[in-house]
């Protein structure tokens, strides 16, 4: 189940534009975050984080990008599942080569 969050993905996505329009026309990001932060009700330090991924989202800044994150979390998860999954075939494929009434190859 996902977490909750806090404030609607509306009032974000609004925050974000509004602080980097203020940017562009000002210049520091700092002050429009601390700004816009008070005006909506946001900690700057959210706001700032906010606005720091949608730059990277966009390529403005370096880093990388959500959907290169989801999708290595998602490679991660699956490469778990296969070698887990590769795990059980090893342990069964020792249990079955060591039947008791099997003939020795030997």
């Known amino acids: 189940?996902?977490?909750?969050?806090?404030?609607?993905?509306?009032?974000?996505?609004?925050?974000?534009?509004?602080v980097l329009d203020s940017k562009n026309e000002s210049g520091g990001s700092r002050g429009a975050c601390t700004r816009i932060g008070q005006q909506l009700g946001i900690p700057s330090d959210?706001?700032?984080?906010?606005?720091?991924?949608?730059?990277?989202?966009?390529?403005?800044?370096?880093?990388?990008?959500?959907d290169e994150r989801a999708r290595v979390l998602e490679l991660e998860r699956e490469n778990r599942e296969l070698r887990r999954a590769n795990a059980i075939l090893r342990s069964a494929s020792a249990f079955f080569a060591a039947e008791p009434g099997r003939p020795s190859t030997r």
């Open 1 to 18: 189940m996902p977490a909750m969050r806090k404030y609607p993905p509306e009032l974000r996505e609004r925050a974000v534009r509004l």
């Open 46 to 66: 959210t706001l700032r984080g906010w606005v720091q991924r949608a730059e990277i989202d966009e390529g403005v800044r370096p880093g990388v990008t959500t």
